[in-house]
């Protein structure tokens, strides 16, 4: 192999190696991101925005207690929106489910 032929098979492993780092670095700052969208959407549960509300529940989805169960409860009665209502309350009966 001459010395060209060495660079570039050189070249392109330093590029495979750059795009991969540059893979996992976006997925790790991916989910830096989600993570802190999902905090703030917990925290949206009574937005004044419907799609704050529906990320919030969204949220709640993965989490299991007494106290998401009591949260879901008064979010149900205070929530004003049929769809968002019906969400919440499916969401409600499948956690008092898992629960019991």
Request: charged content about 25%; aromatic content about 6%.
């Amino acid at each position: 192999m001459s010395g060209a032929d060495q660079r570039r098979v050189a070249g392109g492993a330093r590029a495979t190696a750059l795009f991969a780092v540059g893979v996992a670095g976006g997925i790790v700052a991916g989910m830096m991101m989600w993570g802190g969208a999902m905090g703030i959407s917990r925290r949206s549960l009574y937005s004044t925005s419907p799609l704050a509300r529906f990320a919030a529940l969204g949220a709640l989805v993965g989490r299991r207690g007494v106290d998401v169960a009591l949260v879901l409860r008064d979010y149900v009665r205070w929530e004003t929106r049929p769809g968002l209502r019906r969400r919440g309350e499916r969401m409600l009966r499948a956690l008092e489910r898992d629960l019991n």
